[in-house]
DNA sequence: GTCATCATGTAAGCCGTTACATGATTGC
DNA sequence: GCAATCATGTAACGGCTTACATGATGAC
């Protein structure tokens, strides 16, 4: 059901919730920064865009040259406008489809509606890393109860993990001392999610009774 | 290059190194024991056995059925052999060749050679989670020297990820509140991953010098 | 003026997941 | 006897990686 490309279309659209941009600016954001995906290929990354264009969920803008969208947001109005101009000389040919100019990446009506049915959804039963992630990634754009909610399937889950790990690590590899150490690493590694999760819970519901209480 | 199957192959390489096992079983053993993996799907396990076997990795005997490997290794001659002509039996009618008895794979010289090389080799930069984590499981198999190696190959890798993300981190995306909590706990979980690093390089370092000194 | 980086794309091939198909064994 | 689990496989489909191709921009 779920395909892994969904993963990649919902940090797309994700990034693209508050800004415009163009696609090597959201392979970075995502990679770089948020640190989705440990990599993506340009091979899937365009792709992915074109998909989402055909579908509607993003609109393609003719982009303004480099270097205008990472400084001074505050000179946007003046500077963006005659970027654009720029843009549009450069590469205002014969062949205006093929030109290579940046294209600029806006998440439409209908993206926005699936980006949130992205978020909300919950198709997966929160058994999945990177799913948990992505989604955690762009709470801010759920409710305080899905958050909740989001938070205490993903404590679930780890916890879970934490007992099947229990079960099963007494048998036959345990003899060797570096398998071992991996597996008790990994172990280690749930505990420390789940009190992390715990934190962000905590926090959550403090949020909420704080809101309630004012 | 480097081919994200190469680690199952040699994952499956590394638990048959020990034991004799089949599919089933080293499937288990890869995700529920040593956690290697979140999933193998059959369709990517079997083919991968095939395909040790084509290259002579592995060899195939017919198997004894279920529930001997598990217990009492120590019946093994007497069980272990009626256990064998039972399986064949079973199976032993005019299909030989499509028998679904269970086929119990046994690592061969060269599948020791190829698994050596594989957790030996330094073809990837250590960038790669995954091939860390394969490779230290395993790392029972190694020199010392070529422990401390990899470990320290490892360590470079997850400072220069950890510089990597406060030059990153600081930009477009930092005004959102969840983004941020991923982007920290991914961070925070790279620390716990170095310390824990360190710890390992300091018990292989004590062990190396313990057994120089005696 | 040239090199690194930014920027966008296409095509091929691999491989992994999914769905399907089959059958044995164990527990109830 | 029936269900769940163990156990092994095949075929199709999708998508990701890799390699290739192109060109602009900025720094030195």
Redesign the interface.
Same mark, same amino acid.
Request: aromatic share 8%.
């Given at each position: 059901m779920k395909k892994r490309s969904h993963f990649l279309d919902m940090a797309i659209l994700g990034?693209l919730r508050?800004?415009d941009l163009h696609g090597y600016e959201i392979k970075r954001?995502i990679v770089? /920064?948020? !640190?989705?995906f440990?990599s993506i290929s340009f091979g899937s990354m365009y792709p992915a865009l074109a998909r989402l264009e055909r579908l509607g969920l993003v609109e393609v803008t003719q982009g303004r040259p480099r270097g205008q969208l990472?400084q001074a947001p505050f000179t946007g109005s003046l500077g963006g406008e005659r970027a654009i101009a720029v843009g549009l000389r450069v590469t205002g040919g014969a062949d205006e489809t093929r030109s290579r100019g940046k294209k600029v990446y806006t998440l439409t009506e209908a993206g926005r509606g699936t980006f949130s049915g992205f978020v909300n959804d919950d198709f997966d039963h929160g058994d999945? $890393?990177l799913a948990f992630?992505v989604r955690?990634?762009?709470? !801010?754009a759920l409710e305080p109860e899905m958050r909740l909610k989001l938070l205490e399937r993903r404590r679930s889950s780890l916890e879970a993990r934490l007992n099947? !790990?229990k079960f099963? !690590?007494s048998?036959?590899?345990l003899d $060797? +001392?570096?398998?071992k150490?991996?597996?008790e690493?990994?172990q280690s /590694?749930t505990v420390?999610d789940i009190s992390?999760i715990n934190e +962000?819970i905590d926090s959550e519901r403090r949020r909420i009774s704080e809101h309630t209480a004012q």
């Open positions: 990034v508050n800004r954001q770089d /920064e948020l !640190g989705l440990t990472r999945d $890393d992630r955690l990634a762009f709470a !801010g099947k !790990g099963s !690590g048998r036959s590899i $060797d +001392l570096y398998a150490c991996v597996i690493h990994t /590694e420390n992390w +962000l």
